[in-house]
């Protein structure tokens, strides 16, 4: 079981999502990720807007039972210039930057949306290429954002552009179901939803992965897990400055 890439797939799925009218001008979420309750690591994440722009950073490391034999300190950081009105916005820059164990990977994109293309870069490799890209076309980061900004109805599925530094994917995010959970810093009503991951790296399908989302306009994920080979992983909200106080509780 490759722990540390499913901290890296959590570090990209665990981002706070705000529509455009209600965003925070500031922010920061803290997880811990457990596989089979065993705490493995911690991923933050940390939201700022400069002027139009959204500055997204996602960082991932592991505890320190985990760096005896498997380091792992990945960063994530995405920018978007934010829409006018209703339209959410979209990608400018995307930078992915992996260290696990001896696994290196530094890539990043810049979009174009008015040719709709996007140059990519491996900086590691020193290779670069130039594919084309929709007009709802989001990077790892950004894509979050913008789903979580629609109307999630339990049954339907909706589907996305993801470019991910090698490939254009159409994903699929499946709407489950409503359900109440505790966690360590309440208890929540929640939409749960799975996105049918198909890309290489951070977006591979490890398994059956379900995202738990606050059921209101905020849509905060409070919990993701996945089941795996042997056991689950599991994240969980436990602390950061990101509660509104607009954010519905459960009763």
């Given at each position: 079981m490759k722990i540390s890439a499913l901290l890296s797939f959590f570090a990209l799925l665990i981002l706070s999502a705000l529509p455009a009218h209600a965003m925070s001008p500031n922010e920061k979420l803290v997880y811990d990720v457990s596989w089979t309750g065993i705490k493995a690591g911690v991923t933050t994440q940390e939201l700022n807007t400069k002027g139009n722009e959204l500055h997204i950073?996602?960082?991932?490391?592991s505890t320190p039972w985990l760096d005896t034999f498997f380091r792992v300190e990945d960063r994530a950081e995405s920018v978007v210039v934010r829409g006018s009105g209703d339209r959410f916005g979209f990608p400018k820059y995307f930078r992915n930057k992996i260290s696990e164990g001896s696994h290196r990977r530094l890539k990043e994109a810049r979009f174009d949306q008015q040719k709709l293309k996007v140059e990519s870069k491996d900086l590691l490799h020193k290779t670069q290429r130039v594919d084309d890209i929709s007009a709802t076309t989001y990077d790892p980061l950004s894509i979050v954002y913008y789903v979580r900004t629609l109307d999630l109805v339990p049954g339907r599925s909706l589907?996305?552009?993801?470019?991910?530094?090698?490939?254009?994917?159409?994903?699929?995010?499946?709407?489950l179901k409503r359900e109440e959970i505790d966690t360590p810093v309440g208890h929540f009503k929640t939409i749960v939803v799975q996105p049918m991951m198909k890309a290489d790296g951070f977006f591979a399908r490890t398994g059956e992965v379900k995202v738990w989302l606050t059921d209101d306009a905020l849509k905060i994920p409070v919990m993701v897990s996945t089941k795996v080979k042997i056991g689950k992983i599991k994240a969980v909200l436990t602390g950061g400055s990101y509660w509104p106080q607009a954010a519905t509780k459960a009763d």
């Amino acid at each position: 079981m490759k722990i540390s890439a499913l901290l890296s797939f959590f570090a990209l799925l665990i981002l706070s999502a705000l529509p455009a009218h209600a965003m925070s001008p500031n922010e920061k979420l803290v997880y811990d990720v457990s596989w089979t309750g065993i705490k493995a690591g911690v991923t933050t994440q940390e939201l700022n807007t400069k002027g139009n722009e959204l500055h997204i950073v996602t960082t991932t490391r592991s505890t320190p039972w985990l760096d005896t034999f498997f380091r792992v300190e990945d960063r994530a950081e995405s920018v978007v210039v934010r829409g006018s009105g209703d339209r959410f916005g979209f990608p400018k820059y995307f930078r992915n930057k992996i260290s696990e164990g001896s696994h290196r990977r530094l890539k990043e994109a810049r979009f174009d949306q008015q040719k709709l293309k996007v140059e990519s870069k491996d900086l590691l490799h020193k290779t670069q290429r130039v594919d084309d890209i929709s007009a709802t076309t989001y990077d790892p980061l950004s894509i979050v954002y913008y789903v979580r900004t629609l109307d999630l109805v339990p049954g339907r599925s909706l589907f996305v552009d993801i470019y991910d530094c090698k490939k254009l994917w159409n994903t699929e995010v499946k709407v489950l179901k409503r359900e109440e959970i505790d966690t360590p810093v309440g208890h929540f009503k929640t939409i749960v939803v799975q996105p049918m991951m198909k890309a290489d790296g951070f977006f591979a399908r490890t398994g059956e992965v379900k995202v738990w989302l606050t059921d209101d306009a905020l849509k905060i994920p409070v919990m993701v897990s996945t089941k795996v080979k042997i056991g689950k992983i599991k994240a969980v909200l436990t602390g950061g400055s990101y509660w509104p106080q607009a954010a519905t509780k459960a009763d």
